[in-house]
């Protein structure tokens, strides 16, 4: 079974990779189980991030390295919360606090039409450290932004991100659907698609 170190030590991460992981192969390890200490996410950008927390875990473990960078993105706010998504009321992180804080700035924009949002998540594979070559896999899951919470499931921004198409919020969706439809399930399919090339 081929080893891969996982730059994040989120257990519902962990868990949904190992599981997508397992058949083809590959045992996800995440990387404080190794004393790997988190990356400094300093860029702009998804793909930035997911790349220096990848080389980073790699560098450290020896190992092949898969990262994360996700968020959500707010057409109204110019983007954001964009990279910031977890940190968007500041420190420390808390989902609740992040929530107020994207009402409060959403509510000059009363109406549906102005909240569309995605969430966005870019996943990198990097076989060594200085790979030239990486696997990158993005996923974009398209919604709009409720005026108030909605569901008791999922973590982050789910309870507003209404997904017009199921007529309820992340929150509210079975989280097999949810898997499927989600930006990092998507992300994930591109990503599975394009390991056999290890």
């Known amino acids: 079974m081929k080893k891969l170190v996982l730059a994040s ?3 519902k991460k962990m868990k949904e990779l ?9 045992e996800v390890i995440p990387q404080g189980q190794l004393g790997i200490p988190e990356a400094e996410e300093p860029h702009c950008t998804f793909v930035e991030n997911a790349l220096a927390k990848a080389r980073h875990a790699a560098q450290h473990s020896g190992l092949p390295a898969l990262a994360d960078d996700s968020g959500l993105c ?3 706010l110019g983007g954001a919360p964009g990279v910031i998504s977890a940190r968007y009321a500041g420190e420390p ?19 549906m039409t102005e909240r569309k949002a995605h969430f966005v998540c870019v996943l990198v594979l990097v ?6 070559q990486p ?3 993005e996923g974009e899951w398209p919604g709009e932004i409720l005026a108030a919470p909605q569901g008791a499931d999922g973590f982050g921004y789910d309870p507003l991100f209404y997904v017009p198409t199921y007529a309820c919020t992340a929150a509210e ?14 992300a994930m399919q591109k990503l599975i698609e ?3 090339e290890l």
């Open 93 to 111: 992180k808390s989902d609740a606090r992040n929530n107020e804080k994207l009402l409060a700035d959403l509510a000059a924009f009363p109406q």
């Open 74 to 76: 707010v057409k109204a």
């Open 194 to 196: 394009r390991l056999p």
């Open 173 to 186: 969706l079975d989280p097999t659907v949810k898997n499927k439809l989600s930006h990092r399930g998507q």
């Open 9 to 11: 030590n989120n257990a």
């Open 135 to 137: 696997i990158i896999a």
């Open 127 to 132: 076989r060594s450290a200085d790979d030239p």
């Open 18 to 26: 190992n599981a997508l992981l397992a058949p083809l192969g590959f």
